[in-house]
T-cell receptor, first 116, second 115 residues
């Protein structure tokens, strides 16, 4: 079974700073997908970024980028030039590429607060 | 193009009552997933359905919980004889197919409170 671990329950930074959220996972699969979802106070789950494990290049979406280290099973999220609207819970998630339903396995989350 | 629609957004039930949560997937999506989020936790997979079929219910509690996705109409998550421990946010998600890696789109969640 796959597990996802987020070791930082809470983080807090000033706006415009850069912040990195950690995520590690455990799997015996070789092909899979990794995701970061954001859950703002409205509680909706919003996809931030998606990484395909068979691609070497780290995914980037505007101010959001990942550092994907497959051998270390690490998938951190970097938020550059952080904004007040980035305040949210952030969840790392894993999905197998083959063999079964599109089942997302989530970490426990990191509560990120951006201070003015 | 409307997103995944869930209703009700908030539901209060007394212990022993039934709760019914509804989910309409995004237009063109035929795959529906239900996840549960307990307070201060991540989402946990419950069930995956296609029209008229349950594909994977490995995350569903063995008793009191059921799900369906009929040919016509929304997907329904039904919880019978609710207990306080059922209080949680229930998220529905949909995707255009079951091909792994397709982006899964989440609804805004239904918050169940059992009193």
């Amino acid at each position: 079974a796959q597990t996802v671990t987020q070791s930082q329950p809470e983080m807090s930074v000033q706006d415009a700073e850069t912040v990195t959220l950690s995520c590690t996972y455990d799997t015996s699969e070789n092909n899979y997908y990794l995701f970061w979802y954001k859950q703002p106070p409205s509680r909706q789950m919003i996809l931030v970024i998606r990484q395909e494990a068979y691609k070497q290049q780290n995914a980037t979406e505007n101010r959001f980028s990942v550092n994907f280290q497959k051998a270390a099973k690490s998938f951190s999220l970097k938020i550059s030039d952080s904004q007040l609207g980035d305040t949210a819970m952030y969840f790392c998630a894993f999905m197998k590429r083959f063999g079964g339903a599109q089942k997302l396995v989530f970490g426990q989350g990191t509560r990120l607060t951006i201070n003015p | 193009n409307a997103g995944v629609m869930q209703n009700p957004r908030h539901l209060v039930r007394r212990r022993g009552q039934e709760a019914r949560l509804r989910c309409s997937p995004m237009k063109g999506h035929s795959h529906v997933y239900w996840y549960r989020q307990l307070p201060e936790e991540g989402l946990k997979f419950m069930v995956y359905l296609q029209k008229e079929n349950i594909i994977d219910e490995s995350g569903m509690p063995k008793e009191r919980f059921s799900a369906e996705f009929p040919k016509e109409g929304p997907s329904i998550l039904r919880i019978q004889q609710v207990v306080r421990g059922d209080s949680a946010a229930y998220f529905c998600a949909s995707s255009p197919s079951g091909t792994s890696g397709n982006t899964i789109y989440f609804g805004e969640g239904s918050w169940l409170t059992v009193v």
